[in-house]
C-alpha cells in the first residue's frame, strides 16, 4: 500500500506543474484535485498547506535555493526543490529526513538516478550549511519583495501610494492563510441558530466581529455542512459582503448586478430585498451564469433573473432609468485576494491595471444611464491599487454630471474607514480580503 503522504506531495506537485505550466487557478485545481481524489482529513490540509505555501513562497524559496544551484534545471525539478524547500523552512511537523527521502523518490520515479542524486544533493548542502540572509540585500523594496514573495513592481507601486509600512503589512498579510466566513440568509436561519446548528455538525464558527449577519469558521469546512446545501448560508469574504450593504437597498426595488458571477453578491441582494423586486444578474459567460441559477436555487430566492450578456452593452438592452440600483463589481486585477489566488501576484503586469481600468470605465458609463433619477450606482473591486479604485471612481464623477457622490451605508467599525462615498479595504485591516466600494446618486 503507498504511503499516502507521498500521495500528497507527488499531487502537489502535479498541482504546481499545472499552476505554471498551463496558467491554471490555484484554488480551483485544488479543490477539483481534492474532489476527483477523495482526499479527506489531514491529508487535504497538507496538500493545501503545502500548494499554497509553495505558491506563496515561490520568490524567496528562488532567492534560497539559487547559491545551491550551478546549472538549469527541468522545470519540475525546480517545482520538486520549492515543493521540499517550503517544508524544511516553514512546516514543523514534517522531520526533514522525510521530506528529503519523498523528494528522492519522486525525483527516481519522475526523471532518473542523476536527477534523484541532484534533488539530494541541493537538499543535503541547504539542511548542512543553512539558508542565504535576507539582510543582504541593501535595497529595502527589494528585500521586502523577495522577504514576501510579491514582485518588485508591485512592491514599489504600492510604496508609492500607501508608503513602505502599510505596503510592507499588506504583503505580510497576504502571506497568511484566509478565514473561511460564510454570511447567514436570514430568510431561513438567524446566525445564533446557525452557529448552533453548526456545533451540532461538529463544525466550530463563531459570530463576525464586522458583519452583523458573518460568521468565522474556527474548526471544519463549512462548505462540507448540510446546512449549506439546504441554502442557510453562502461561503463568502466579509469585504465582498459590504457591496450589498452599499446599495441601501428596499424591498420591492429592481437591481441590477452588472458583473453578477459567480452570485454571492446577487443572492444577497436578493435577501436584503427580502425576496421581493428583481435582481437582474449579468455575466459575459453562459456557464458563469448557471452558478448563479444554482446560488438561487440553494438559497430558495425567487427574485433573481440571470442573462448572458456583456454589461458594456447593457445601455442597448435595457431602457434608461429602468433601475433603482445598479451594482458594477467590476472586473479587476484582483490583488486584494492575494491569499486566495496567491498565483495572481506572478501573472499580473501593470498593463493590465491600465487596461482593465479602461473596461470599468466603459461598464460604469454603460450602467449609469439605467439608474432612474435618485437613484443609487456602487462601484467595487476586489483589488488595492488606486488607478483602478479611486481614481476611477473619481473620473466617473468627472464623466458624469449627473451623479454626485453618496455616503456609504456600511455596517460598523468599517464605516469607520470610510471616505464620505469611497472606502478602501486593506487585508491587514479586518483579516478580510483587500476590497474597494464607492457610492453615486443620480441627480
Not at 178 to 202: C, F, H, M, Y
Amino acid at each position: 500500500m503507498k504511503n499516502p503522504q507521498k500521495n500528497v506531495r507527488e499531487a502537489a506537485l502535479d498541482i504546481l506543474e499545472a499552476v505554471d505550466q498551463q496558467r491554471s487557478y490555484s484554488n480551483l485545481l485544488l479543490n477539483s484535485f481534492i474532489e476527483k481524489n477523495h482526499i479527506k482529513g489531514p491529508d487535504t490540509a497538507l496538500l493545501t498547506e503545502m500548494v499554497y505555501g509553495t505558491i506563496q513562497r515561490k520568490m524567496t524559496l528562488d532567492y534560497y535555493l539559487a547559491p545551491f544551484i550551478k546549472k538549469k534545471l527541468d522545470h519540475w525539478v525546480r517545482n520538486l526543490l520549492r515543493l521540499s524547500l517550503y517544508q524544511l523552512v516553514y512546516l514543523d511537523r514534517i522531520p526533514d529526513r522525510a521530506v528529503i527521502h519523498e523528494a528522492v523518490e519522486i525525483a527516481k520515479r519522475r526523471g532518473h538516478q542523476g536527477i534523484a542524486g541532484l534533488v539530494n544533493g541541493v537538499l543535503r548542502s541547504i539542511q548542512r550549511k543553512g539558508i542565504p540572509s535576507l539582510e543582504s540585500i541593501p535595497d529595502p523594496a527589494e528585500r521586502l519583495a523577495i522577504e514576501t514573495s510579491h514582485p518588485i513592481w508591485l512592491v514599489k507601486r504600492w510604496i508609492s501610494q500607501f508608503g513602505f509600512e502599510k505596503t510592507k503589512e499588506m504583503c505580510k498579510t497576504n502571506l497568511q492563510a484566509p478565514v473561511q466566513t460564510a454570511r447567514v440568509n436570514e430568510l431561513k436561519i438567524s446566525r445564533e441558530q446557525l452557529l448552533d446548528l453548526l456545533e451540532k455538525e461538529g463544525l466550530i464558527a463563531n459570530p463576525s466581529p464586522i458583519i452583523p449577519i458573518s460568521v468565522r469558521a474556527v474548526k471544519g469546512n463549512l462548505a462540507r455542512s448540510e446546512y449549506y446545501k439546504r441554502g442557510y448560508f453562502t461561503i463568502q469574504d466579509e469585504s465582498s459582503m459590504l457591496a450589498a450593504y452599499a446599495l441601501d437597498v428596499s424591498p420591492q426595488q429592481k437591481v441590477l448586478d452588472a458583473c453578477a458571477a459567480p452570485g454571492g453578491k446577487t443572492a444577497h441582494i436578493a435577501e436584503r430585498l427580502e425576496n421581493t423586486g428583481e435582481v437582474i444578474a449579468l455575466d459575459l459567460h453562459e456557464h458563469k451564469v448557471k452558478l448563479i441559477k444554482e446560488q438561487a436555487n440553494r438559497l430558495g430566492l425567487q427574485n433573481i433573473t440571470v442573462q448572458v450578456l456583456d454589461s458594456r452593452q447593457a445601455n442597448k438592452f435595457f431602457p434608461e432609468q429602468s433601475f433603482d440600483r445598479v451594482l458594477v463589481d467590476a472586473p479587476c486585477s484582483g490583488l486584494g485576494v492575494l491569499r486566495r489566488k496567491p498565483d495572481i501576484k506572478y501573472a499580473k503586469t501593470v498593463e493590465d491595471i491600465y487596461s482593465l481600468k479602461k473596461v470599468q470605465i466603459n461598464i460604469l458609463h454603460a450602467t449609469a444611464k439605467l439608474v432612474k433619477k435618485g437613484g443609487v450606482l456602487v462601484y467595487s473591486t476586489c483589488t488595492v491599487d488606486r488607478e483602478e479604485n479611486v481614481d476611477s471612481a473619481e473620473k466617473f464623477l468627472e464623466d458624469h454630471p449627473d451623479f454626485e457622490p453618496y455616503p456609504l451605508k456600511l455596517p460598523r467599525p468599517i464605516s469607520a474607514l470610510a471616505n464620505g462615498y469611497y472606502v478602501q479595504i486593506m487585508p491587514q485591516d479586518f483579516g478580510s480580503d483587500g476590497f474597494f466600494i464607492s457610492s453615486f446618486k443620480k441627480r
